[in-house]
């Protein structure tokens, strides 16, 4: 699978200290109280090694598209990304980037009370002061200038977009971002994939985020579909600096 540039992060500002570790596919940008790339590495090869050694056992797991139990004796990461993918309808791969992202940022918080934790969109986050991100919406004149403010503080949280216009990863949907805030990242990744596969249009936004008003341990979430943008919940939508990005017209 070709690499694509992960461009938005140029837009990263942070007090943290900021950097990059990457193993075989995985690429993940990582900020913390101080620098930690052995352990972030170790951690990134342990959840790999895991679910890896787990597929070759259970090579349905990979190629489902609809809810797959993981067997017994299940490592935790697949654990987890099946219980996402039972919840929200879609397959336990649908998950996989955000399990990842919140495996190395456990694994973290013993070394640093704040962690984030970036995994192609999908992010695990403990901070102790609100956060804002911006929202990657591809061709859309509102990406990188609409970003979500994140006020919950203290605990670990999971903020992850799925798109049907950006990047490799499998939707049968047309947003040009589907963004989940939830208690656990693996449920936000797998939430995000489930409500961008409900949006072809700007008329879906309304509906898509109604469905999700129900779902336990989802906090909130937004959809931006060209100049279209809703959100629901624990969302506070936020105007970015005019630098972040190309400039645009506001939202409808």
């Not at 052995?38 to 797991?61: G, H, N, V």
């Amino acid at each position: 699978m070709a690499y694509q540039e992960r461009a938005y992060r140029r837009w990263i500002v942070t007090d943290l200290h900021t950097f990059t570790v990457s193993v075989g596919e995985s690429d993940l940008m990582i900020s913390a109280e101080r620098p930690l790339p052995k352990p972030a590495e170790r951690a990134l090869r342990r959840a790999r090694r895991q679910l890896e050694e787990y597929l070759t056992k259970d090579p349905e797991f990979e190629k489902a598209l609809k809810p797959h139990r993981a067997t017994a004796g299940a490592p935790q990461i697949a654990a987890q990304m099946a219980a996402a993918a039972e919840i929200c309808g879609v397959g336990p791969m649908a998950a996989v980037a955000g399990a990842v992202a919140e495996a190395v940022g456990r694994a973290l918080l013993k070394e640093s009370t704040q962690v984030i934790v970036e995994n192609g969109g999908d992010v695990f986050l403990c901070s102790a002061e609100p956060r804002v991100a911006a929202i990657y919406a591809g061709s859309s004149p509102l990406s990188g200038k609409l970003g979500v403010r994140i006020t919950t503080t203290g605990r670990p949280l999971g903020l992850c977009t799925s798109s049907g216009t950006v990047g490799h990863s499998l939707s049968f949907g047309r947003a040009d971002a589907a963004v989940v805030l939830a208690e656990a990242a693996a449920l936000a990744d797998a939430a995000a994939t489930a409500l961008g596969n409900k949006i072809q249009t700007a008329g879906d936004i309304e509906a898509g985020l109604a469905w999700l008003q129900g779902m336990e341990e989802v906090l909130g979430a937004a959809v931006v579909v060209g100049r279209h943008v809703g959100a629901w919940g624990e969302i506070e939508l936020v105007r970015m600096a005019d630098d972040a990005a190309p400039s645009a017209d506001a939202p409808e």
